[in-house]
């Protein structure tokens, strides 16, 4: 069956973790393309601050939900259902991050990244595909390029979104088989210029630091709302197609480039001011809610042309063939 999704601006969009980075990037365009928003997140004082910037009046609605907690999410979907009678793409994007030694962070925080990122994406999804089962529309989780390589230092992390793949996989492939008319795409991001170091609590002995290629939050914003509107089952951003396959084919290879070049950078040897984050609880004093970019030091890069090949597979490899035909005629002229 081929699946046949809204544009944006016939759409009503659910996004989790809307209040900084990817989340609130994917609200901005959203709006801007005439979607209806609805904003979720922990934090009611900046999802208030961020409706109210978003100037979109009755197009834009806030409701504050722990996604970990299945009875507060599925009241928020009760909500958006109320107000805008429904909606057609939710977006799992809500997540939470701990850095230390697998065995210098407590259980505790081991397990609130769990309940965040993974269980707040399987009652998200959940949720959902309960509602879109008659009405059609798309489901999309972040994953990211941890879903297959995981990190040292980011053991719960790494985790979760390999959690979130499997969790992503079977719930396309049951929907699929019982011929709803629900898209399901797994978004892959690298690191990405984000708050989410500031939101992360820390146990290492310095900040962390994102190894690069860094992305702009807008080039993972754009490659969610394009598979809001045209079915996907992955999307990769940047080089993570690549890293993935050198972890699935050279494994060895792969511990190599982690031990010699990674780990060394996720230490950056600067200090942290803020170890504490917002694992456990949302303040908006910390810092970051209310931003989509972070503070990343780098060259942040504003463009991912694996992601936009793989969105115009067809428009690409007429572009090669052209570049090629016209390389091949002036080779012949010499």
Do not use: C
Not at 241 to 266: C, G, H, M, Y
């Amino acid at each position: 069956m081929r699946l046949r999704l809204k544009p944006l601006n016939e759409q009503v969009i659910v996004i989790t973790g809307a209040s900084s980075g990817i989340g609130l990037a994917t609200a901005r365009m959203a709006v801007a393309a005439g979607a209806r928003v609805a904003l979720v997140s922990r934090n009611e004082e900046a999802l208030s601050e961020i409706e109210q910037q978003l100037g979109a009046g009755e197009r834009v609605m806030h409701v504050t939900a722990d996604v970990g907690e299945r009875d507060q999410l599925q009241q928020a979907a009760d909500q958006i259902i109320e107000r805008f009678g429904g909606f057609d793409t939710w977006i799992n994007n809500a997540g939470a991050s701990v850095w230390g030694r697998l065995s210098e962070v407590s259980d505790e925080d081991h397990q609130r990244v769990m309940q965040t990122n993974f269980w707040g994406t399987f009652y998200g999804s959940s949720i959902a595909a309960a509602h879109l089962r008659e009405r059609g529309g798309s489901i999309i989780n972040l994953g990211s390029l941890e879903s297959v390589v995981a990190l040292p230092f980011h053991a719960s992390y790494s985790a979760s979104k390999h959690a979130v793949k499997a969790l992503t996989d079977v719930l396309r492939l049951e929907l699929e088989r019982d011929g709803l008319p629900v898209s399901v795409t797994l978004v892959r991001p690298v690191a990405t210029d984000t708050p989410f170091m500031d939101h992360s609590k820390n146990e290492l002995e310095s900040a962390p630091n994102f190894p690069p290629p860094v992305y702009a939050p807008e080039v993972v914003a754009q490659a969610i709302l394009h598979a809001a509107e045209h079915p996907q089952r992955d999307v990769y951003i940047g080089n993570g197609k690549l890293l993935s396959r050198i972890e699935q084919n050279v494994p060895r290879l792969a511990d190599w480039l982690r031990r010699r070049f990674i780990a060394p950078t996720i230490i950056s040897g600067q200090p942290d001011d803020n170890r504490q984050g917002q694992l456990h609880e949302a303040d908006s004093s910390q810092g970051g809610a209310g931003h989509a970019h972070g503070a990343y030091p780098g060259m942040v890069l504003q463009h991912s042309l694996y992601t936009r090949a793989s969105q115009h597979p067809v428009a690409t490899t007429a572009a090669l063939a052209l570049g090629a035909l016209t390389v091949f005629s002036l080779l012949r002229r010499r």
